[in-house]
């Protein structure tokens, strides 16, 4: 595009903009650079198995990677995403670019847990590179499609949080998990050399400094207890998710089933299947609305999470068919009520839309590394069934918030802008 839309936000809402399309190829590169910066933050997890093993390190030890990743995310997403309305986000794009692609090859060389910890922290900072490329996408996007460049880019973004645990699971059966780590920092090389290349340069929409920044966000979930029910409801899903997710590959080397890494990276499909679907939930939330499309994710996530308490009482292959079910129903679940409660911080504010997101976003990935953190203390002294429990109660708490009562928007006015 030769000019730059830019998106005042103490101005009253443009007018529709003449009918104009974006380059494929540039839709093309937000979408895959959003999915491969966020797949950086799920690699680690179908290759725990076999790199606790390797480097010598405890399950409890290696189970902290995806906590500090997660934890990383969320830190990345609250504390650098508002940068992007203060600064050029092209800049901020490239340079996470760089810290990120580093991150990835101080892991794939880490002589052992700890610079392995520290790398995973570093990753889930720089990863949130995904968070400044969404919001790019919209302020590039014409208004007559910036619902569905927008949908595309977060397709890619799905897409590369679901088949990073397929594609790092193949990698580390046949070529070692140093080599995925190698492989991720290229991608994101490619990426960046890419972005250099095809990305506009954006002009800053607030001169907010930068505590102001962040004091809009407390300014919001202050105001807002839809937003602080959608964060929290968001939350508390994230942690079961984030516990089966982070200790399958861990489970699935042990007895009975003694398999790799590929195995566990498989369970990604299943989970893109149920995930895939989700957008479904859309449609159902323009009809019906958005609360009950909460409502029925988080009661699907808990009946998905409750099934799996009865693989004790099943054969091998008959519990891994299970597992697979249960993944496919409890990534459905989660994906719908992730798309109702973004429809319903979306209708608070259209003015601080970037904000609502960073608030929402960072409390699910903070309910990711908590899960993360839970699991890997429940899975040594409880086993598989204590991390069912643990995803089965933070679900029912999630129903529990939604059917708590609807949760209305405050005053859109008053938050700094």
Same mark, same amino acid.
Request: hydrophobic residues 60%; aromatic residues 6%; glycine residues 12%.
């Given at each position: 595009?030769?000019?730059?839309?830019?998106?005042?936000?103490?101005?009253?809402?443009?007018?529709?903009?003449?009918?104009?399309?974006?380059?494929?190829?540039?839709?093309?590169?937000?979408?895959?650079?959003?999915?491969?910066?966020?797949?950086?933050?799920?690699?680690?997890?179908? /290759?725990?198995?076999?790199?606790?093993?390797?480097?010598?390190?405890?399950?409890?030890?290696?189970?902290?990677?995806?906590? #500090?990743?997660?934890?990383?995310?969320?830190?990345?997403?609250?504390?650098?995403?508002?940068?992007?309305?203060?600064?050029?986000?092209?800049?901020?794009?490239?340079?996470?670019?760089?810290?990120?692609?580093?991150?990835?090859? #101080?892991?794939?060389?880490?002589?052992?847990?700890?610079?392995?910890?520290?790398?995973?922290?570093?990753?889930?900072?720089?990863?949130?590179?995904?968070?400044?490329?969404?919001?790019?996408?919209?302020?590039?996007?014409?208004?007559?499609?910036?619902?569905?460049?927008?949908?595309?880019? /977060?397709?890619?973004?799905?897409?590369?949080?679901?088949?990073?645990?397929?594609?790092?699971?193949?990698?580390?059966?046949?070529?070692?998990?140093?080599?995925?780590?190698?492989?991720?920092?290229?991608?994101?090389?490619?990426?960046?050399?890419?972005?250099?290349?095809?990305?506009?340069?954006?002009?800053?929409?607030?001169?907010?400094?930068?505590?102001?920044?962040?004091?809009?966000?407390?300014?919001?979930?202050?105001?807002?207890?839809?937003?602080?029910?959608?964060? *929290?409801?968001?939350?508390?899903?994230?942690?079961?998710?984030?516990?089966?997710?982070?200790?399958?590959?861990?489970?699935?080397?042990?007895?009975?089933?003694?398999?790799?890494?590929?195995?566990?990276?498989?369970?990604?499909?299943?989970?893109?299947?149920?995930? *895939?679907?989700?957008?479904?939930?859309?449609?159902?939330?323009?009809?019906?609305?958005?609360?009950?499309?909460?409502?029925?994710?988080?009661? #699907?996530?808990? *009946?998905?999470?409750?099934? /799996?308490?009865?693989?004790? #009482?099943?054969?091998?292959?008959?519990? *891994?068919?299970?597992?697979?079910?249960?993944?496919?129903?409890?990534?459905?679940?989660?994906?719908?009520?992730?798309?109702?409660?973004?429809?319903?911080?979306?209708?608070?504010?259209?003015?601080?839309?970037?904000?609502?997101?960073?608030?929402?976003?960072?409390?699910?990935?903070?309910?990711?590394?908590?899960?993360?953190?839970?699991?890997?203390?429940?899975?040594?002294?409880?086993?598989?069934?204590?991390?069912?429990?643990?995803?089965?109660?933070?679900?029912?708490?999630?129903?529990?918030?939604?059917?708590?009562?609807?949760?209305?928007?405050?005053?859109?006015?008053?938050?700094?802008?």
């Amino acid at each position: 595009m030769s000019s730059i839309q830019t998106v005042h936000v103490n101005a009253a809402p443009r007018p529709a903009a003449p009918a104009e399309r974006l380059p494929a190829s540039l839709v093309l590169l937000l979408a895959t650079g959003a999915g491969l910066a966020v797949a950086s933050i799920y690699y680690s997890q179908p /290759m725990l198995g076999v790199l606790g093993a390797d480097i010598g390190a405890s399950t409890r030890a290696v189970g902290f990677m995806p906590t #500090l990743t997660q934890l990383g995310y969320a830190l990345g997403i609250l504390l650098l995403a508002p940068l992007g309305d203060r600064f050029d986000r092209r800049s901020i794009i490239l340079a996470k670019a760089a810290v990120l692609c580093a991150a990835l090859l #101080l892991a794939g060389a880490a002589p052992g847990i700890g610079w392995l910890l520290v790398a995973s922290l570093a990753i889930g900072l720089s990863a949130s590179m995904a968070q400044d490329i969404v919001p790019a996408a919209a302020t590039l996007a014409p208004e007559s499609h910036r619902g569905k460049v927008v949908g595309m880019v /977060m397709t890619g973004l799905l897409l590369g949080i679901l088949l990073s645990r397929v594609v790092s699971g193949f990698v580390a059966e046949h070529f070692g998990w140093r080599a995925m780590f190698v492989v991720a920092a290229a991608s994101i090389a490619l990426v960046g050399v890419a972005a250099w290349r095809g990305l506009p340069r954006f002009r800053p929409t607030t001169q907010l400094a930068y505590g102001a920044l962040l004091g809009s966000l407390a300014a919001l979930w202050r105001l807002h207890g839809a937003l602080r029910r959608a964060t *929290l409801a968001q939350g508390l899903l994230a942690i079961g998710f984030s516990a089966f997710w982070s200790t399958l590959a861990v489970m699935l080397h042990g007895a009975p089933f003694h398999l790799g890494s590929a195995a566990a990276g498989a369970f990604g499909l299943a989970g893109a299947a149920g995930a *895939l679907a989700a957008p479904l939930a859309g449609r159902l939330a323009d009809r019906r609305g958005p609360e009950l499309v909460t409502r029925l994710g988080a009661g #699907l996530v808990v *009946l998905s999470f409750a099934a /799996m308490a009865l693989m004790p #009482l099943l054969s091998a292959p008959a519990r *891994l068919w299970l597992l697979a079910a249960s993944a496919v129903g409890f990534d459905l679940g989660v994906q719908a009520a992730l798309i109702a409660h973004q429809t319903i911080v979306y209708g608070i504010d259209p003015a601080a839309r970037s904000r609502l997101n960073a608030v929402l976003f960072t409390g699910m990935f903070i309910g990711m590394a908590i899960g993360s953190a839970l699991a890997a203390l429940v899975l040594p002294t409880w086993g598989w069934l204590g991390v069912t429990v643990l995803a089965t109660v933070s679900a029912l708490a999630a129903l529990g918030v939604r059917l708590s009562g609807p949760g209305r928007p405050g005053r859109s006015s008053a938050a700094p802008r």
